[in-house]
């Protein structure tokens, strides 16, 4: 942990009132944009909860079945502080192509405890962001523990998804990490059922399963072991809800779920042959070569974490997505950016690139979001998209923010790469990778004999 004992030196005492002054900023900003933010996509999966709860269809949505569940359940907790609130949900949340209409939205910010249902309901995300700041101390190095706080508690990215926009990707953001952390501490297991749990939730965690299998992996079996359990274990899942509502979740989540669209949109295109995704090109050659670098280098928690960071930065660089998974960048690559003062400079530039990069959503990612506050008032406000056109005309600004923006997001997750590569090459972790490598090669030489023993 960064924060040290109160009863410590003077330095130590100040070093833990500016981390008890990041969490109280951070805290306020929330208290202050809970109640009067929101976006539309919030309304939709607590609408979906009510119905649920209501009508008895847990199962409804089964294209995102693990992370409407939560909501499902959050939503039973916090009903009874919501009075009168059975006319405010939306009764076609859950009709795809159809979702909440607009007069369903309108019956909800006219809800006269609006500002205490945004509070109840984006709760969850606030938690999650303050669960996912308090472990990134945990794995930064004390010298740099008020900086990486700094860049992700007070960050306009993670305020902007979770608290602005709200959405609730903070929440497995903080189930990655803390698997992260648990893989490290030896709970391989553990940390693998979490990691395995947010991508349930969201597809990005996905991505990242192959590289945790073999950072933590004592030996490939493990890996193909871990493959044919996973698989099999989904396979009864998707049966299951199969047989329950007659649609298959994993065929829904393939041809339906945008977020896998995402991954294939940008393309390498020529005459006379099929379109060449870059992505998913991009993301098994640096697979491939991962695995390739062998023990001393896939293997083990700071090299997972540098992975992680380059990956992720990926998806967010090269796939069209909307602006709240941004955050999805973020906390593997900012360990590694806190510790260097050209790593924090460009932190807070690519914090305020994204303040730019947002606007060219318009209203409806900007200003529409504030809606609580009165449609009257949004309405008299200035699309920020309109007044950075009048100044610098769109073809000019929007490309050049658009590859500054994701310039810099590459070069956090690579800087978090080659961090974790210094680590790994520096003599302490040899010496503790030749050592796991002797374990290894023990337990498996003693698995052998036992067996043949047994024969």
């Avoid at 939709?44 to 709860?53: L, T």
């Avoid at 990707?169 to 990490?177: H, P």
């Avoid at 930065?313 to 709240?324: E, S």
Wanted: charged residues 15%.
């Amino acid at each position: 942990m960064s924060v040290q004992p109160v009863g410590g030196t003077a330095d130590q005492r100040r070093v833990d009132l500016v981390l008890f002054g990041i969490w109280i900023a951070g805290a306020l900003l929330r208290a202050v944009l809970l109640p009067i933010t929101m976006h539309s996509d919030l309304y939709q999966i607590y609408s979906r909860s009510y119905e649920a709860i209501s009508q008895g269809s847990w199962l409804v949505w089964s294209a995102q079945l693990f992370a409407q569940g939560f909501h499902n359940l959050w939503l039973l907790v916090v009903l009874p502080f919501l009075p009168d609130s059975s006319e405010i949900w939306s009764p076609t949340a859950s009709l795809a192509g159809i979702g909440a209409q607009p007069g369903d939205l309108e019956r909800f910010l006219a809800y006269p405890y609006v500002a205490r249902a945004l509070i109840l309901l984006k709760l969850p995300y606030v938690v999650g962001d303050a669960l996912v700041g308090w472990m990134l101390l945990r794995a930064a190095p004390p010298s740099a523990g008020r900086w990486v706080l700094a860049l992700w508690w007070l960050n306009p990215i993670t305020l902007y998804a979770s608290t602005v926009f709200g959405r609730h990707d903070s929440l497995w953001i903080a189930a990655v990490v803390g698997g992260t952390l648990l893989a490290e501490r030896g709970r391989r297991w553990l940390g693998g059922a979490a990691t395995a749990a947010a991508a349930a939730a969201r597809i990005f965690p996905a991505l990242l399963l192959p590289f945790f299998l073999v950072a933590f992996r004592r030996r490939w079996g493990e890996v193909w072991l871990t493959v044919c359990i996973v698989g099999a274990i989904w396979l009864s899942l998707d049966v299951m809800v199969i047989v329950r509502t007659g649609v298959s979740p994993t065929l829904s989540l393939l041809s339906e779920y945008q977020h896998v669209r995402y991954l294939t949109v940008l393309t390498l295109t020529s005459e006379g042959r099929p379109a060449l995704p870059v992505f998913p090109l991009l993301y098994l050659l640096f697979l491939l070569w991962w695995i390739e670098r062998g023990p001393a280098g896939a293997r083990g928690a700071a090299f997972y974490w540098g992975a992680s960071a380059v990956v992720l930065a990926m998806v967010v660089a090269l796939a069209p997505i909307h602006p709240h998974y941004v955050v999805w960048a973020l906390p593997f690559a900012l360990v590694a950016a806190a510790q260097r003062p050209v790593g924090r400079v460009l932190a807070v530039v690519h914090a305020g690139l994204f303040c730019l990069w947002v606007v060219q959503g318009g209203a409806a990612v900007t200003k529409d979001l504030f809606l609580p506050l009165g449609r009257d008032f949004v309405e008299a406000l200035p699309d920020p998209r309109l007044v950075l056109a009048a100044l610098v005309p769109t073809r000019v600004w929007v490309p050049a923010v658009q590859a500054a923006f994701s310039a810099l997001t590459l070069w956090l997750g690579w800087r978090a790469l080659v961090e974790a590569a210094a680590v790994v090459s520096s003599p302490p972790m040899q010496q503790a990778g030749a050592r796991w490598e002797r374990e290894t090669t023990a337990v498996t030489a003693e698995e052998a004999s036992h067996e043949q023993t047994t024969r």
